[in-house]
């Protein structure tokens, strides 16, 4: 037997080819007709995409990219493609990136890690929470392509690490050149989900969304409740940063179709605040871990907006983990302590 060659696998989202109208509608099309995404019949969802949203969308979602298109391309590919560079170098493995939706896609992830002769694999999705819409679909997608090219090849799976105490203290590192001057609130702003998938993982039927402060219930949901996750986060961060209860809040973004959200919703609660005495705030959106359109257009360019004009004083977000060498280190330290399983 020979020696196993290791390697990393970094999954993301991913972004428009460019920021053409035809790019981003064939980008949304993939991702808004995933089954995990928009979970309808495919019949309904096939309607609601062709019939209404991407007649309208893509121009305004291009618009939108426009604004953040760096130089070198997306900013989440750009932000990705430095971070597999810096993680390729402390760990000495060879590192690739695949995207959900866009290129590089999984398939073509996978194809590079045969062509580089990577028999034992470790795949890190960048979502530290569980949602059927983000860490579940790219998960399934690979294993998908794992099966179909490479179906002997050894591969372990990077859990969610939401509650990691490393990850925790590596966002609060990230954070404290912030934390560090005066502000009002820090408010943490995840990307939203509709409320029926936090029902439609709970395997018992009878917690999520039933149970009063379900999130706060112990439960054996909760190792799939994407809510759950995002509070557990806020909380140890709080804890760790030394900061009190009540100078932090909790809100989702990112709302689309006129279904129930996971609630409070954040562009609400950014014209709220400064009504209730809040003139300096701090964002931080530890769903994200590269900076992309919903932290830097979503969130720095119309969140920014909508808080000042209601008469807010000072704005800022504190950027995401991106290839910020707390956060190389946090998955260098995983990669190397990762004990190698069968599929």
Not at 44 to 54: K, M, P, Q, Y
Not at 298 to 305: L, T, V
Request: aromatic fraction near 10%; charged fraction near 25%; hydrophobic fraction near 35%.
């Amino acid at each position: 037997m020979g020696m196993s060659r290791k390697g990393i696998l970094l999954l993301n989202l991913g972004s428009p080819k460019s920021t053409s109208v035809p790019d981003v509608r064939n980008y949304l099309r993939e991702f808004l007709g995933d089954e995990r995404v928009i979970d309808y019949p495919a019949p309904f969802r096939f309607a609601l995409l062709e019939g209404i949203v991407l007649r309208t969308r893509p121009k305004k979602s291009a618009a939108a990219y426009a604004t953040v298109w760096t130089p070198e391309g997306a900013p989440l590919l750009v932000t990705t493609e430095k971070l597999r560079a810096k993680l390729e170098k402390v760990t000495g493995m060879p590192v690739i990136t695949g995207m959900r939706y866009g290129t590089p896609s999984c398939e073509e992830a996978i194809q590079k890690v045969l062509e580089l002769g990577i028999d034992d694999l470790f795949v890190m999705p960048q979502y530290p929470h569980y949602a059927m819409s983000s860490y579940e679909t790219v998960v399934v997608k690979v294993q998908d392509e794992l099966k179909r090219l490479a179906p002997n090849l050894k591969y372990h799976v990077l859990q969610p690490y939401f509650n990691d105490p490393a990850y925790i203290n590596a966002l609060v590192e990230s954070a404290k050149p912030w934390l560090s001057k005066p502000f009002d609130k820090l408010l943490f702003s995840y990307h939203g989900v509709p409320e029926r998938h936090l029902r439609k993982g709970d395997a018992s039927k009878a917690h999520c969304t039933k149970v009063k402060d379900c999130c706060y219930q112990a439960s054996p949901s909760h190792a799939n409740c994407y809510k759950h996750q995002c509070v557990q986060t806020a909380k140890l961060f709080t804890e760790a940063a030394g900061l009190r209860p009540d100078q932090v809040e909790i809100a989702f973004q990112s709302r689309f179709g006129p279904e129930k959200w996971v609630p409070p919703y954040t562009d609400e609660r950014l014209e709220a605040l400064p009504g209730e005495g809040v003139k300096n705030l701090l964002v931080i959106c530890p769903a994200f871990t590269a900076d992309c359109l919903e932290t830097i257009e979503e969130i720095c360019e119309e969140g920014k907006e909508d808080f000042m004009h209601a008469g807010g004083e000072s704005f800022a977000q504190i950027p995401c983990l991106n290839d910020q060498n707390v956060y190389v280190n946090y998955l260098a330290q995983r990669a190397v302590s990762w004990k190698p399983s069968h599929h």
